[in-house]
C-alpha cells in the first residue's frame, strides 16, 4: 500500500526523476517545450523539505512514486507541482496527495487550494475539475497568481492555454503568508 509523508533528503533526486519522468506524455500531445523543461532545482525542493510542504507517496517499499509541492500564495495553499511517475499513473495517487495537502491546508487556517495548469490537457485542468477546482475568472485572481502566469507565460507557456483554478478547504480560513514561486510547472 501507498503511504505519504515529508520527502527525506536523500530523495530530491527521485522527486527529480518523477518529475522529468511525468513530462514525456506532454511529447506524445505535441507539446515538447513542456516535456523538455527541468525538473525543480535542488534547492526549491531542499527549501520545501525543510519547510514541511514537500511529500511523497511511497510505493510499498518506500520508494517514491509521486511527490507535492506546496507554496502559501496569497493566503491559500498553492499546489506549485504535483508528478506522479506515469508507472503509477491511474491509480488516484494525485488525488490522494491533493486531499493531503487539502489536510495540511486545514491545519493552516488556510480556506483553498490553488493551482496553476493548462485548461484543455486532460490529465492538467479536466482532471483538476473532477478533483473540486474551479476555474478563476480573470476578476478572480489573487496578485500572487497573476505572476505565477505571468512567469509562465515569460518562460513560452501559451497564457490562453494557462488557468488558475481553486478548491476550497473545508475548515480552512483565512491566514497564512504570501510567498510566491517562479518555477514554471508542468502541470
Request: proline share 8%; glycine share 10%; hydrophobic share 45%.
Amino acid at each position: 500500500m501507498e503511504r505519504s509523508r515529508i520527502a527525506r533528503p536523500d530523495e530530491l533526486a527521485d522527486v527529480q526523476r518523477i518529475e522529468v519522468a511525468s513530462g514525456a506524455p506532454f511529447r506524445e500531445i505535441g507539446m515538447s517545450l513542456v516535456a523538455d523543461m527541468p525538473p525543480l532545482p535542488l534547492d526549491v525542493l531542499t527549501a520545501g523539505r525543510r519547510a514541511g510542504r514537500l511529500w511523497v507517496t511511497t510505493d510499498p517499499a518506500d520508494r517514491p512514486i509521486a511527490f507535492v509541492l506546496v507554496d502559501v500564495v496569497d493566503h491559500a495553499a498553492h499546489v506549485h507541482q504535483i508528478s506522479v511517475d506515469p508507472a503509477h499513473a491511474r491509480r488516484g495517487i494525485g488525488r490522494r496527495l491533493l486531499d493531503d495537502v487539502a489536510g495540511w491546508a486545514a491545519a493552516q487556517r488556510l480556506p483553498a487550494l490553488t493551482l496553476t495548469t493548462f485548461r484543455s490537457v486532460p490529465w492538467n485542468g479536466p482532471y483538476y475539475a473532477r478533483c473540486g477546482f474551479r476555474e478563476l475568472t480573470v476578476a478572480e485572481l489573487t496578485p500572487g497568481l497573476v505572476g505565477l502566469l505571468a512567469a509562465e507565460a515569460a518562460a513560452g507557456l501559451d497564457p490562453a492555454e494557462r488557468i488558475a483554478m481553486r478548491r476550497p478547504v473545508p475548515g480552512g480560513v483565512s491566514g497564512g503568508e504570501g510567498i510566491s514561486s517562479q518555477h514554471v510547472v508542468r502541470g
